[in-house]
């Protein structure tokens, strides 16, 4: 990413969320500029925000008439010797050193302890006319030759130049790694970038559409996880889809699925991977949020200890992350964007593979379903019975899960189907359970708006007059559901007997000893121990 480079009339955003790191390379910069120089490593993940540093240190050294010097490291020139290095120095212009001299030195091993001793001259001597910000970007695709005379060149005492060099965390080998090691050890500065804050992920998004981002908008951009790279690609990509939609001084992002720009970068980004660990990626992305090592194994059809390399690179590359017993995705957009990859016939056969692997490594009915459920349309019945049940054994341990479970279910319920009245009215409880009582209401009225049989929606209005608190409500769902000439005796009962029942509590029966002969008698029909009795909300 050589964004460092951004030069011209073209706007860029101010930069968010990194007070204190502007701190630090103010002081820095304006230090060389008084003549003290000094060695700045910023590391950080990919699309942490590294390059877009590099253009604040080049913005403030021009300020500070510092002069700058820009070099950039490729993992496909690892094998140039000082490529980066030669970059930044000697296609300068004017160039630091002779190149003549120092390109005919650099390609002969024998000869590359005075390519540094040439470099070293030229660069103090440039340093003693204007001090000197050296940019090495993305040393851990540097060359050796580059990192040894990184080594010797930044750790000059008395002179005027600043080495700024950016570093992937964790990545390199080992003469990258010795060099970082030799820098801390020799005092230099150490910006290990982490994830932006959601306020700066916030002020970001709103730069970027010079708008009041909407709440649709800012949950999309919270699944970046503080990466302001793709936190971009996302606005951006969004933007260039025409799915921005400005009203009110407010951005909202419509539509479905991620903008095409992030499959298309994550695609990119697999395909720098080995084939094992692209492989990985890809089945991980199927896969329940938080995974075992053990289940991807499975899915795989291999030994867990086979998948140790390609795990390991997925790691590097900031793809997965390893959270001590299980393994997830960094970003969930890059989740996201690696299953809508994927060709959907190819997905949902996967992820009900890994469903049926699930049930086989005993995983809990919930954890089965919800996987089962991403792959699922509307109208398929296997996903909705496994979630009806699912939501059934987790409704005492977590109303909250149910209530999602459920939901879920009602979701691929095809419309007009027979079944939809009665797992609408279950679900209706199990929202109410989660004190989640505007869904639940919502929902309710919803259904009640669509042509349902009578005994469904005397079902439930029975539900919604059991979950709310407001008495009036109550009495006027019974009431509704009494004036169905349809119903049958037992859910008829049912009313009766929670209409007495909530006029007396609420004084609003003026003969309370009535009221009860009432409910007494309606519930009189009621067989305990029989197959209709039935459940009170």
Same mark, same amino acid.
């Given at each position: 990413?050589?964004?460092?480079?951004?030069?011209?009339?073209?706007?860029?955003?101010?930069?968010?969320?990194?007070?204190?790191?502007?701190?630090?390379?103010?002081?820095?910069?304006?230090?060389?500029?008084?003549?003290?120089?000094?060695?700045?490593?910023?590391?950080?993940?990919?699309?942490?925000?590294?390059?877009?540093?590099?253009?604040?240190?080049?913005?403030?050294?021009?300020?500070?008439?510092?002069?700058?010097?820009?070099?950039?490291?490729?993992?496909?020139?690892?094998?140039?010797?000082?490529?980066?290095?030669?970059?930044?120095?000697?296609?300068?212009?004017?160039?630091?050193?002779?190149?003549?001299?120092?390109?005919?030195?650099?390609?002969?091993?024998?000869?590359?302890?005075?390519?540094?001793?040439?470099?070293?001259?030229?660069?103090?001597?440039?340093?003693?006319?204007?001090?000197?910000?050296?940019?090495?970007?993305?040393?851990?695709?540097?060359?050796?030759?580059?990192?040894?005379?990184?080594?010797?060149?930044?750790?000059?005492?008395?002179?005027?130049?600043?080495?700024?060099?950016?570093?992937?965390?964790?990545?390199?080998?080992?003469?990258?790694?010795?060099?970082?090691?030799?820098?801390?050890?020799?005092?230099?500065?150490?910006?290990?970038? @982490? %994830?932006?804050? *959601? $306020?700066?992920?916030?002020?970001?998004?709103?730069? +970027?559409?010079?708008? /009041?981002?909407? =709440? !649709? &908008?800012?949950?999309?951009?919270?699944?970046?996880?503080?990466?302001?790279?793709?936190?971009?690609?996302?606005?951006?990509?969004?933007?260039?889809?025409?799915?921005?939609?400005?009203?009110?001084?407010?951005?909202?992002?419509?539509?479905?699925?991620?903008?095409?720009?992030?499959?298309?970068?994550?695609?990119?980004?697999?395909?720098?991977?080995?084939?094992?660990?692209?492989?990985?990626?890809?089945? @991980? %992305?199927?896969? *329940? $949020?938080?995974?075992?090592?053990?289940?991807?194994? +499975?899915?795989?059809? /291999?030994?867990? =200890? !086979? &998948?140790?390399?390609?795990?390991?690179?997925?790691?590097?590359?900031?793809?997965?992350?390893?959270?001590?017993?299980?393994?997830?995705?960094?970003?969930?957009?890059?989740?996201?964007?690696?299953?809508?990859?994927?060709?959907?016939?190819?997905?949902?056969?996967?992820?009900?593979?890994?469903?049926?692997?699930?049930?086989?490594?005993?995983?809990?009915?919930?954890?089965?379903?919800?996987?089962?459920?991403?792959?699922?349309?509307?109208?398929?019945?296997?996903?909705?019975?496994?979630?009806?049940?699912?939501? /059934?054994?987790?409704?005492?341990?977590?109303?909250?899960?149910?209530?999602?479970?459920?939901?879920?279910?009602?979701?691929?319920?095809?419309?007009?189907?027979?079944?939809?009245?009665?797992?609408?009215?279950?679900?209706?409880?199990?929202?109410?359970?989660?004190?989640?009582?505007?869904?639940?209401?919502?929902?309710?009225?919803?259904?009640?708006?669509?042509?349902?049989?009578?005994?469904?929606?005397?079902?439930?209005?029975?539900?919604?007059?059991?979950?709310?608190?407001?008495?009036?409500?109550?009495?006027?769902?019974?009431?509704?559901?009494?004036?169905?000439?349809?119903?049958?005796?037992?859910?008829?009962?049912?009313?009766?007997?929670?209409?007495?029942?909530?006029?007396?509590?609420?004084?609003?029966?003026?003969?309370?000893?009535?009221?009860?002969?009432?409910?007494?008698?309606?519930?009189?029909?009621?067989?305990?121990?029989?197959?209709?009795?039935?459940?009170?909300?």
């Amino acid at each position: 990413m050589s964004t460092a480079r951004a030069s011209g009339k073209v706007r860029i955003p101010p930069i968010r969320g990194r007070a204190g790191e502007l701190k630090v390379i103010g002081a820095l910069v304006t230090a060389v500029a008084q003549g003290r120089g000094g060695v700045l490593v910023i590391e950080g993940p990919p699309g942490i925000g590294k390059s877009r540093l590099l253009t604040e240190v080049l913005a403030l050294a021009d300020k500070c008439g510092v002069r700058t010097l820009f070099g950039e490291a490729f993992e496909y020139q690892q094998t140039v010797p000082f490529f980066s290095l030669f970059m930044a120095t000697l296609r300068a212009d004017p160039p630091v050193g002779d190149v003549e001299a120092l390109r005919r030195l650099g390609g002969s091993a024998d000869l590359r302890y005075w390519v540094v001793h040439d470099l070293a001259d030229a660069i103090h001597a440039a340093a003693a006319q204007t001090p000197l910000v050296i940019v090495l970007e993305d040393i851990h695709w540097a060359d050796n030759g580059t990192l040894l005379a990184l080594r010797s060149l930044a750790t000059a005492p008395g002179v005027a130049v600043l080495w700024v060099v950016t570093a992937r965390t964790g990545a390199g080998g080992q003469a990258v790694q010795e060099t970082l090691s030799v820098l801390q050890r020799t005092n230099a500065t150490f910006l290990r970038l @982490a %994830a932006m804050t *959601p $306020d700066a992920v916030a002020d970001m998004v709103q730069d +970027a559409v010079r708008a /009041r981002a909407d =709440a !649709s &908008l800012l949950s999309l951009a919270a699944k970046a996880h503080g990466n302001p790279f793709l936190v971009s690609e996302l606005v951006g990509g969004l933007g260039e889809e025409g799915r921005l939609d400005f009203s009110g001084g407010h951005a909202v992002a419509t539509g479905d699925g991620l903008p095409r720009r992030l499959g298309v970068g994550m695609q990119q980004r697999l395909d720098l991977l080995s084939d094992s660990a692209s492989e990985v990626v890809r089945v @991980a %992305a199927v896969l *329940p $949020d938080r995974f075992s090592a053990g289940l991807l194994a +499975a899915m795989l059809d /291999r030994q867990p =200890a !086979s &998948l140790m390399s390609a795990l390991e690179e997925a790691v590097r590359a900031d793809l997965l992350a390893d959270d001590g017993n299980q393994l997830r995705f960094r970003h969930d957009l890059l989740r996201e964007a690696t299953r809508q990859a994927l060709p959907q016939s190819l997905r949902r056969a996967m992820e009900r593979q890994s469903a049926s692997v699930m049930l086989g490594m005993g995983a809990a009915p919930a954890e089965v379903a919800t996987q089962l459920a991403r792959s699922a349309e509307v109208g398929d019945q296997a996903a909705i019975n496994a979630l009806r049940r699912a939501a /059934r054994s987790v409704v005492l341990s977590d109303p909250c899960a149910a209530a999602d479970l459920s939901k879920r279910a009602v979701e691929l319920l095809p419309a007009g189907d027979p079944a939809r009245g009665s797992l609408v009215a279950e679900t209706v409880v199990r929202l109410n359970r989660a004190t989640r009582y505007d869904e639940a209401q919502a929902l309710a009225d919803s259904a009640l708006a669509t042509e349902l049989s009578q005994d469904d929606e005397a079902e439930i209005r029975l539900r919604m007059a059991a979950g709310t608190e407001d008495p009036e409500q109550r009495i006027a769902e019974n009431r509704r559901a009494l004036q169905l000439v349809g119903i049958n005796d037992i859910t008829r009962a049912r009313h009766q007997a929670w209409l007495a029942y909530f006029e007396v509590v609420n004084g609003l029966h003026a003969d309370a000893s009535a009221a009860g002969v009432a409910a007494a008698a309606a519930t009189a029909i009621w067989k305990p121990g029989s197959s209709a009795t039935p459940r009170l909300p």
